[in-house]
């Protein structure tokens, strides 16, 4: 007896963690299973267990003009992002990793742009609403812009600095020999061998900002709507089925990017 | 002509100089090495001379053009680095014809030259390969031939060899000669490796803590160095110290060894003043001669062995002994018969006479 | 690089200066604007005394402990879990699994928030199969309150724990864990004397990335929170729809703010704690 509690002890932990893991997953998938399964009621407002399968709600969501007006838009924003994003990413990793500036200084910008990550956006966001409302700018899409900017930032400059590191330092050194100039050096060395990171980055970018709710919240004055903005609006009214299948439509759009994105950017 | 010169080049960084005053020519067609422990700054110096870095003072020229403040992209030279750094996302051929691009050549003429300089390496059926897919011997032949393409006055190489193995750096040195002759560019070669060094080059720098300390042809350099620290760098030496009994054409010296009479080496020597006597271990011979010792140590290598001599005289002396010469006497006074003459054994006495030395600086 | 080194500081500085003039714009500079506004055109500190009254204090204070339990619950589940992952899973399910276990990250929090009023309500899936298979008599009330707001924040932080936490666990060298049982450690002497200690880095940075941002939510306690959870961030969102005058708001942002970056400091002055959080 004392022999088998001991070597159930000693054996490890069993089978404890894998188990938590099964369960983890089955947490975090239910949910938007639970989501999709619904969204095929016939219904308005689904029941439970649903009563017949349909797609009609789906069709509803994609001819909805407010829902494809919003659709447009967060489009919109995310290829900035997305484009925005990376090269401003592209110019912090290489001031991080490459530049001759001081590591003092280095750090200090590596900082500045890690501020979304630990300054809570609550604050950011209002901040942002607050100073757009005393500079008199204004609502508008330009702020909007910069606040999914600066959101996007930090993922974007930091899956680049990763990527920077790994490349050869010398590899300027002997194009520069060869008779290269910076320019070239650039366009010819280091984008192409950067350039899986640089479309994972902006995939990675624009799914954060098409998904982006908090900073646009706060600067949705007139007229700008997003699908994310959309969704809470319709969430505070009501559940129902159109809510569904749009959900569902955001999150198979975000899975298929951050997927895409995952598998360029650690090549097997 | 000369192909290169670097002229009172100097390196500091922080409180070290790196690169002190240092001073040489490479000539036309030349294969000159620049030698030295790791760390005497000699990649430092090839650096500057590739417009990698700036020297604090000092002049490169190439072909009678100062071109101290040029870039290192408008330089007449190309390196090769010591760990080649190939671009791994352009073919071998896109890889050859990189500075040829830079230097705005045509495609076309790209193309031919590119062909050419391959053949030249021996790496024609590679041109379309992935170059982290070839061996390290086929990467070298490529990173040479993507510095020969431009045909740039002089190549400037940093120890590329030193990641091969054995086998393959003596092959790979034969075929950088042959390169370099076909080519008939002039090579700037740094390397911590002397044999290298020896067997390839037509002149060697000797460097130590950023100086030079002599420069010349390899059997030059090797049979009469001008110091201590070259001798013992090139190959194995023994170095005694003695006093000068006597001077005239040669200079005799009393030695730990016995008295020597050495070759003055252009040092001036006078009578009863100290000096350093080199002597390589082959100028030994052994079975006949006034000196005698004890082996008490030896070492098998290969083709010939060494062993360390504990002389009657005090001092010690290194010889060493092919499979021609005479044989050992052994502790019981008999002598080895037939073709093997014997190998040295511990504790065996021998009979040494020393043939040719040498005065160096201490 | 050769010559022309002034230049190239110059270049550097406009390089580095475009993503760094962004980051300010939109970090810093609004956060300047946000603490004139809440010392107010008196340069008063009435705004940071309404702040903290016993009222909003005590939001603070729930909004804060809100934080630290869901972080707590989100480290107790991530630390089985990437240890399984690090150290059980044969190494080609490695990846994918990794990268399932953080896809939530990239999707829309506020659809994730909203999936589970479905599971939760009284009419719901959970409810629905609980009655069903007789598990329960009567439906619970699992929605708009503690239970759901709970489950929303483990549901959506949990992924972030699990990064970063994943990080340190992947270093832990195996060996020691199997050194340690050779020697007889039981279970709790293990986590306690070898992987906690470990990872413990890796734990804190995790813990102070995401304990912030929960304390600062909105979505969740909008979407799935009721009246009896008010957080911080619903009464800065009220100040900001309803008031003119947003030097309260700005006042009570501030404290919040203060707390939190106070907490991070603390964390960050451990040496091992900031390379953790490099790996953000």
């Excluded at chain 2, 030279?77 to 990189?98: C, K, R, S």
């Excluded at chain 2, 037939?338 to 006495?349: M, R």
Aim: include cysteine; aromatic fraction near 8%.
């Amino acid at each position: 007896m004392v022999g088998r509690v001991r070597l159930a002890l000693t054996r490890g932990a069993g089978r404890f963690p894998g188990t938590v893991v099964a369960l983890t997953l089955l947490f975090l998938y239910l949910p938007i299973l639970a989501v999709g399964y619904l969204s095929l009621s016939p219904n308005a407002q689904p029941t439970v267990p649903i009563d017949g399968v349909s797609l009609r709600w789906y069709g509803a969501v994609l001819t909805d003009s407010r829902f494809v007006r919003a659709a447009l838009t967060s489009f919109g924003l995310a290829v900035v992002s997305a484009v925005g994003g990376t090269a401003l990413g592209l110019a912090g990793a290489h001031t991080i990793v490459r530049s001759q500036l001081p590591s003092r200084v280095r750090g200090a910008v590596a900082l500045v742009i890690g501020l979304p990550l630990f300054v809570p956006t609550i604050v950011v966001a209002f901040g942002i609403g607050v100073a757009t409302g005393v500079a008199d700018i204004g609502f508008g899409y330009l702020p909007v812009i910069f606040g999914h900017l600066f959101w996007v930032l930090p993922f974007t400059t930091f899956l680049l600095t990763a990527r920077y590191t790994e490349l050869d330092d010398q590899l300027p050194e002997a194009a520069q020999d060869l008779g290269a100039d910076r320019r070239t050096i650039f366009l010819t060395i280091t984008v192409p061998l950067l350039r899986p990171a640089l479309l994972a980055s902006a995939l990675f970018a624009f799914a954060l900002s098409f998904n982006e709710f908090l900073i646009t919240f706060f600067l949705a004055g007139s007229g700008i709507t997003t699908v994310p903005l959309e969704i809470f609006g319709k969430v505070r009214i009501g559940a129902t089925s159109f809510l569904n299948a749009a959900s569902v439509l955001v999150l198979l759009l975000s899975a298929l990017i951050a997927g895409g994105a995952s598998v360029l950017q650690r090549p097997a | 002509m000369t192909a290169l010169a670097a002229d009172g080049l100097t390196k500091t960084f922080g409180d070290e100089r790196a690169v002190d005053d240092v001073e040489f020519t490479v000539d036309d067609g030349e294969f000159f090495a620049l030698i030295g422990p790791s760390g005497c700054g000699k990649t430092t110096t090839l650096r500057l001379l590739a417009g990698l870095s700036t020297p604090d003072a000092g002049v490169v020229r190439v072909g009678g053009e100062d071109i101290t403040d040029q870039p290192a992209r408008d330089r007449p030279t190309n390196m090769v680095f010591q760990d080649l750094v190939l671009f791994p996302h352009m073919t071998v051929a896109e890889n050859v014809a990189y500075g040829l691009k830079q230097a705005g050549m045509p495609a076309a003429d790209r193309t031919s030259r590119v062909e050419d300089t391959l053949a030249l390496v021996e790496m024609s059926q590679f041109a379309d390969r992935d170059p982290t897919q070839l061996s390290g011997g086929q990467q070298q032949r490529v990173a040479l031939a993507r510095a020969l393409a431009t045909e740039p006055d002089v190549l400037l190489l940093d120890e590329p060899l030193s990641s091969l193995d054995r086998a393959l750096r003596a092959e790979m040195e034969a075929e950088f000669r042959r390169i370099q002759r076909d080519a008939a560019t002039s090579f700037l070669y740094v390397t911590h490796d002397q044999t290298s060094a020896m067997s390839m080059a037509d002149r060697i720098a000797v460097m130590r803590d950023g100086q030079i300390r002599d420069i010349g042809a390899p059997d030059r350099l090797y049979e009469r160095p001008q110091t201590r620290f070259v001798a013992d760098f090139l190959g194995d030496a023994t170095v005694l110290s003695g006093t000068v009994t006597e001077v005239d054409s040669t200079v005799t010296v009393d030695t730990p060894a016995g008295t020597v009479r050495a070759d003055p080496n252009g040092q001036a020597a006078s009578v009863d003043e100290t000096v350093s006597v080199m002597i390589r271990p082959e100028s030994v011979t052994v079975g006949t001669g006034s000196i005698t010792g004890t082996v008490i140590d030896h070492a098998y290598k290969g083709f010939f062995e060494e062993a360390t001599v504990e002389l009657s005289s005090g001092g010690q002396l290194t010889v060493r002994r092919g499979e021609d010469s005479t044989a050992a006497v052994r502790a019981d006074g008999s002598a080895a018969v037939g073709s093997d003459p014997g190998a040295f054994a511990v504790g065996d006495s021998v009979r040494l006479q020393i043939t040719e030395a040498v005065l160096v600086e201490a | 690089m050769g010559t022309a080194d002034e230049q190239s500081t110059l270049r550097e500085g406009v390089i580095a200066g475009v993503p760094v003039s962004v980051a300010i714009a939109v970090g810093v500079l609004p956060l300047i604007v946000l603490f004139v506004e809440s010392i107010g055109p008196g340069l008063g500190t009435a705004a940071y005394q309404e702040a903290v009254s016993p009222l909003y204090r005590g939001t603070l204070l729930y909004s804060l402990g809100v934080g630290v339990v869901v972080t707590g619950v989100c480290l107790a589940i991530a630390y089985p879990v990437t240890y399984w992952v690090a150290h059980r899973c044969p190494r080609r399910y490695r990846l994918a699994l990794l990268v399932t276990l953080t896809l939530p990250l990239w999707l829309n929090y506020v659809v994730l928030n909203y999936s589970w009023v479905w599971i939760l309500a009284r009419g719901g899936l959970l409810n629905t199969v609980a009655t069903s298979l007789g598990l329960i008599a009567e439906p619970l009330d699992l929605l708009y309150n503690d239970i759901s707001m709970f489950i929303g924040f483990v549901y959506i932080y949990l992924p972030y724990v699990v990064l970063t936490l994943y990080v340190s666990m992947e270093r832990l060298d195996y060996r020691l864990i199997e050194a340690a049982r050779d020697l007889g450690a039981t279970n709790r002497r293990l986590f306690l004397d070898v992987i906690l200690p470990s990872t413990l880095p890796g734990a804190i940075a995790a813990a102070l990335i995401v304990y912030a941002r929960i304390a600062g939510a909105f979505a969740t306690p909008a979407i799935l929170g009721g009246p009896g959870n008010v957080m911080i961030a619903s009464l800065i969102t009220e100040a900001f729809r309803q008031y003119v005058d947003y030097g309260f708001a700005a006042a009570l942002s501030f404290v919040f703010l203060a707390v939190v970056v106070v907490a991070l400091l603390g964390g960050a002055t451990i040496p091992q704690v900031r390379e953790e959080l490099r790996q953000w």
